[in-house]
């Protein structure tokens, strides 16, 4: 087993890949990338990310080399060529490399590339106990939705969690809860699960979209409607979801405890539900 990567048409091992310092991803992150998971050697969801980096790609006017099809292949045989049975598979297109300038002077080759790394589970007690989170003020550019390799802000907030002794930080926005720095975020209220629309200042993640179908079909109600600061420390419970984390319960929000501090009931069975779907 061994981590891969597929540079511009080549595979190699991922200690081996280069691109170009020229590169617009490098000099401008003029970029759109994703991140999928593998179980038991396999991609899960697939064809929904790449739906994402091709509406990605599209809102930056980059043109993707690859057919939907060629992805697949080439997603299953990086998976293949690592042997990881449970791994994580990066994608990222950048507009290409050219001379350092603002403005595009005209078209280029994107850059393509996808490595495969080893998934290393989160410790058990994350989701036994729950994680605490702080938010943070949104700096982020207008358009969250695209899933762009500039993420400037996001790392910025994740730091500043870290530096808090927490897991996650929440963007706040006006006083409205938007997503993590690496996640999305659903509070529980009255058994009912509610979430941010989506919109510019939110990227739904597929994870997002499986935990409120899941949910759905497990007749729990959901809503996607705007959530201020406040419902998030009233909330029954309140949980993250994401390609890495699944499904991750929340103890505590700004130093407050939510519901009795422990996973609750509902973050408890979409826990569940969310592992039977990937079945």
Same mark, same amino acid.
């Given at each position: 087993? %061994?981590?891969?990567?597929?540079?511009?048409? %080549?595979?190699?091992?991922?200690?081996?890949?280069?691109?170009?310092?020229?590169?617009?991803?490098?000099? $401008?992150?003029?970029?759109?990338? #994703?991140?999928?998971?593998?179980?038991?050697?396999?991609? $899960?969801?697939?064809?929904?990310?790449?739906? /994402?980096?091709?509406?990605?790609?599209?809102?930056?006017?980059?043109?993707?080399?690859?057919?939907?099809?060629? =992805?697949?292949?080439?997603?299953?045989?990086?998976? @293949?060529?690592?042997?990881?049975?449970?791994?994580?598979?990066?994608?990222?297109?950048?507009?290409?490399?050219?001379? /350092?300038?603002?403005?595009?002077?005209?078209?280029?080759?994107?850059?393509?590339?996808?490595?495969?790394?080893?998934?290393?589970?989160?410790?058990?007690?994350?989701?036994?106990?729950?994680?605490?989170?702080?938010?943070?003020? !949104?700096?982020? =550019?207008?358009? &969250?939705?695209?899933?762009?390799? &500039?993420?400037?802000?996001?790392?910025?907030?994740?730091?500043?969690?870290?530096?808090?002794?927490?897991?996650?930080?929440? $963007?706040? /926005?006006?006083?409205?809860?938007?997503?993590?720095?690496?996640?999305?975020?659903?509070?529980?209220?009255?058994?009912?699960?509610?979430?941010?629309?989506?919109?510019?200042?939110?990227?739904?993640?597929?994870? /997002?979209?499986?935990?409120?179908?899941? @949910?759905?079909?497990?007749?729990?109600?959901?809503?996607?409607?705007?959530?201020?600061?406040? !419902?998030?420390?009233? %909330? !029954?419970?309140? $949980?993250?979801?994401?390609?890495?984390?699944?499904?991750?319960?929340?103890?505590?929000? !700004?130093?407050?405890?939510?519901?009795?501090?422990?996973?609750?009931?509902?973050?408890?069975?979409?826990? @569940?539900?969310?592992? #039977?779907?990937?079945?």
């Amino acid at each position: 087993m %061994a981590d891969v990567a597929y540079v511009n048409g %080549a595979f190699m091992p991922l200690s081996e890949a280069r691109v170009s310092v020229e590169d617009r991803g490098f000099q $401008f992150g003029d970029g759109v990338y #994703e991140l999928l998971r593998v179980y038991d050697g396999r991609p $899960f969801r697939p064809v929904e990310h790449l739906a /994402r980096l091709e509406r990605s790609a599209a809102a930056l006017g980059i043109s993707l080399p690859y057919p939907r099809e060629r =992805w697949l292949a080439l997603i299953d045989e990086a998976v @293949a060529r690592s042997g990881y049975a449970e791994g994580k598979v990066y994608i990222q297109v950048t507009r290409g490399a050219a001379p /350092r300038d603002h403005a595009v002077g005209g078209p280029l080759s994107p850059t393509i590339v996808l490595t495969v790394r080893a998934y290393t589970p989160g410790e058990a007690a994350l989701y036994t106990a729950g994680v605490d989170v702080v938010t943070v003020p !949104d700096i982020r =550019w207008g358009r &969250c939705d695209i899933k762009s390799v &500039c993420l400037l802000a996001n790392v910025l907030a994740k730091q500043q969690a870290r530096d808090a002794g927490a897991f996650e930080a929440l $963007f706040v /926005r006006d006083g409205w809860v938007l997503e993590g720095a690496t996640s999305n975020v659903m509070v529980v209220k009255d058994r009912r699960v509610l979430t941010p629309p989506e919109g510019p200042y939110l990227l739904s993640g597929i994870t /997002r979209q499986v935990t409120l179908a899941v @949910a759905q079909k497990a007749d729990i109600p959901v809503s996607e409607l705007p959530l201020r600061e406040a !419902d998030l420390y009233a %909330a !029954d419970e309140v $949980f993250l979801t994401g390609t890495t984390i699944e499904v991750l319960p929340v103890a505590r929000v !700004d130093g407050r405890r939510i519901g009795g501090g422990a996973p609750g009931p509902v973050t408890r069975s979409l826990m @569940a539900r969310f592992g #039977e779907s990937r079945a």
